[in-house]
């Protein structure tokens, strides 16, 4: 038996990266099957070969995280990538990503894509992106600007990269291979320009792929997606993971606070005295009736 790394999921086929660093096309046959777990790039694997160079996985070893989507294990941090134009930029989604980053419990930085684009626009447009990104800085993300011709933002990420292992996620046509590309122009990704029609991305990307960059770090490129599921995630641990209001909890008067509509809470409090963003507030009350109405459903 042999060891390796997935770094590529396609059509049932998993690619393992072996100890000696050849790529072996293999297939699932093992016990964890029967357990219902399903192999993930960035897993570590024991696998054995079979005839002409292809293998079997025969054996998921214990993941140290793993996301539901991109569908990954294993990664250090999460480089979430959201664009100021093209496609126009959907709070909701970022925050919900970061409720789903923050549920597995990995770090994660948010690269603002595109921001070339904005300056054609007026004061006004300019000023209500700059609270956005505000927004998200005074939480305690860490946050990256790009744009079409600024080479300075990219060291900063390719700083970022060095030594881990790093997965690219957002929505379609935000820039995700681009950026990669960019930043390790090897790698030749397909990118394609959004559908200006229908304002986003074409889904270009179709698989999840760790790519090695450095010496020892990885990057992963990943499909775009524009919609995501709450799993396993109760209303009461929601605040958890908006982490301006995590740290005012204890503050409320009830233990189990909704912060909905209960007397004396820290976080409608904070909201009150502007301490915490409506936009954040809105996508919390919003998860918050999304869950409630999936467990009523299921
Ligand atoms: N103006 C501008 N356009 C950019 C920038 N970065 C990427 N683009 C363009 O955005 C389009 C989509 O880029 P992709 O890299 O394919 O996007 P993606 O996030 O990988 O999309 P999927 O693979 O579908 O998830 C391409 O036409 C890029 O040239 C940028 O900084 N500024
Ligand atoms: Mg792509
Ligand atoms: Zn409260």
């Known amino acids: 038996m042999a060891n390796g790394i997935i ?36 897993d570590h694997v024991s696998f054995e070969y079979g005839a002409n160079g292809s293998g079997y996985v025969l054996e998921v070893h214990e993941r140290k995280n793993e996301l539901v989507r991109p569908p990954i294990a294993n990664v250090d941090q999460v480089l979430l990538v959201f664009s100021a134009r093209e496609p126009n930029p959907n709070q909701q989604l970022l925050d919900k990503f970061l409720v789903h980053t923050a549920q597995a419990d990995l770090t994660t930085h948010i690269i603002f894509s595109k921001c070339d684009l904005l300056a054609s626009e007026d004061d006004d447009a300019r000023q209500e992106w ?72 074409k889904h270009t990307t179709r698989h999840v792929e760790l790519h090695p960059f450095g010496d020892d770090g990885y990057i992963a490129d990943t499909p775009g997606f524009s919609q995501l599921d709450f799993f396993g995630l109760s209303v009461d641990q929601l605040a958890e993971h908006f982490f301006e209001m995590a740290e005012l ?14 007397p004396s809470c820290a976080v409608r409090d904070a909201l009150d005295a502007g301490r915490i963003a409506p936009s954040r507030y809105e996508s919390y009350k919003h998860f918050y009736n999304e869950i409630k109405e999936m467990k009523r459903r299921y």
């Open 130 to 201: 700059e609270q956005l990104k505000r927004t998200y800085t005074e939480i305690g993300y860490q946050v990256f600007e790009t744009a079409r011709d600024d080479d300075e933002s990219l060291e900063r990420i390719r700083a970022l990269f060095e030594g881990k292992i790093s997965v690219l996620a957002g929505q379609s046509g935000v820039g995700k291979s681009s950026l990669l590309n960019r930043i390790s122009p090897d790698l030749q990704l397909q990118t394609q320009e959004i559908s200006q029609k229908l304002g986003r991305g």
């Open 7 to 42: 770094v590529k999921a396609l059509s049932g086929f998993y690619y393992v990266k072996s100890e000696q660093s050849e790529i072996v096309e293999c297939r699932a046959r093992g016990q964890f099957k029967l357990k219902g777990i399903s192999p993930l790039v960035g």
């Open 249 to 262: 909890q204890d503050g409320c008067k009830f233990r189990g606070c909704s912060h909905l509509h209960e």
